[in-house]
DNA sequence: GTTGACCTTCGAGCATACTCTATACCTTAG
DNA sequence: CTAAGGTATAGAGTATGCTCGAAGGTCAAC
């Protein structure tokens, strides 16, 4: 598909598929003849991925090693596993952050609302 | 405390420190009588939940308002109830597709671990 | 072959989040 | 009093991650 289409599927400005492939995150982009992108119909996980992960936290630079090694190939077995597995310490270090960040806003989602109506019963909020 | 307590305690830079102050991220911050700020103990652990959430992948404008919403007082309830619930909405996506990614590493790492495996019996990675 | 909708590259510009430098004031030890 | 070290402000500089516009090539329809 063409950069028009990936841009369609994926919600992502066209300039920014151009610089996610100069920055080595999408690669094997194949060209027509005419010089035209030529993104396969994977492309649209790919990005859809990177995208995940970008919003998750993670910089390019940790997604491209990450992407790199699932793409794998080129990388050596050992190498990628352990790299797999450092990144899933990472995840797995963030969930556990997050569940604490959960709990805590959900705490104070509570002692707001009793606040509110309380507040409505009476005068202002004393939260 | 001093900033460069504060520095020393939390790991950030003092510069950052004050870019924090002067973004609306530390507010009430005291100043003695020699213009010096002087930070409550509070603040280390202020510090260290900003940290956290920006780790975490949130923008420093969606912590002030989080940040801001704990200290709520200067907040109305019923809003301070609906930011925790949407930002505790955010957190909770943000797990569910952590934890999508943390089993695709997982499996990811395992099938590259038994590619190292068999590497080390035969010959090259066939992952 | 001209129009219009694509596509290309290149380079400038921008927002965010720092990070550092310069200049100067404050404080404490010697 | 002076030197050393901590603090202040203001503003410049940097890295990252886009975002856009200009100049020009491609292509299908008319």
Redesign the interface.
């Given at each position: 598909m063409r950069i028009a289409e990936l841009e369609r599927r994926t919600g992502v400005n066209r300039h920014t598929l151009r610089y996610y492939e100069k920055e080595g995150l999408l690669q094997e982009v194949a060209r027509r003849g005419n010089n035209y992108r030529d993104y396969p119909e994977q492309a649209v996980q790919r990005v859809g991925m990177l995208r995940?992960?970008k919003?998750?936290?993670f910089s390019l630079k940790e997604i491209r090693q990450?992407l790199d090694?699932?793409r794998?190939?080129s990388i050596?077995?050992?190498q990628?596993?352990a790299l797999?597995?450092d990144?899933?310490a990472t995840?797995?270090r963030?969930?556990a952050?997050?569940?604490k960040?959960?709990a805590l806003?959900?705490r104070?989602?509570?002692r707001?609302?009793e606040?509110?109506a309380l507040?409505r019963q009476q005068g202002r909020?004393r939260?």
């Open positions: 995940q992960l919003e998750l936290g990450v090694a699932l794998t190939d050596d077995c050992e990628g596993a797999m597995a990144k899933k995840v797995d963030k969930i952050e997050l569940r960040v959960s806003l959900g104070e989602q509570r707001l609302q606040s509110a507040q909020c939260a």
